[in-house]
C-alpha cells in the first residue's frame, strides 16, 4: 500500500511565500512523473506543475516564474516552492504521483489528502 502525504500548508501575506512537500511511502518500486494540482471553492481541480522522473518540469501559466517544483528520489519526496503569492492561489493542493509497487508493477495514480494554502492579509 501507498500513501502520499503533504505538509506545508499554512495562511501567509500576499506576496510571501510557502513550501509545500509530500512524500511518498509503502512497499514503491519506482516512481515516474510526480505532481502537485489545487482546486479552489467552486472550482475544478486544476494542474499546478509536474516533474518527470527525468527532472523535466510542467506549469500552469498562472504559476510560472513563481512557482519551483522539484523531487528528492532517495527520499521519494516531491517539493513545491512557491513565491510571490497571490490571493488566487488560494485553495487545496494536492500531490499526485505515478507509482509501481511490487504488487501492482503496472504502476498507477496516487493521490494525497490535500494541504490548505491561503493567501490573505
Known amino acids: 500500500q501507498v500513501q502520499l502525504v503533504e505538509s506545508g500548508g499554512g495562511l501567509v501575506q500576499p506576496g510571501g511565500s510557502l513550501r509545500l512537500s509530500c512524500a511518498a511511502s509503502g512497499s514503491i518500486f519506482s516512481i515516474n512523473a510526480m505532481g502537485w494540482y489545487r482546486q479552489a471553492p467552486g472550482k475544478e481541480r486544476e494542474l499546478v506543475a509536474t516533474?518527470?522522473?527525468?527532472?523535466?518540469?510542467n506549469y500552469a501559466d498562472s504559476v510560472k516564474g513563481r512557482f519551483t517544483i522539484s523531487r528528492d528520489n532517495a527520499k521519494n519526496t516531491v517539493y513545491l516552492q512557491m513565491n510571490s503569492l497571490k490571493p488566487e492561489d488560494t485553495a487545496v493542493y494536492y500531490c499526485n504521483a505515478f507509482i509501481r509497487t511490487y504488487s501492482r508493477i503496472r504502476g498507477m495514480d496516487y493521490w494525497g489528502n490535500g494541504t490548505q494554502v491561503t493567501v490573505s492579509s
Open positions: 516533474i518527470t522522473s527525468g527532472d523535466s518540469t
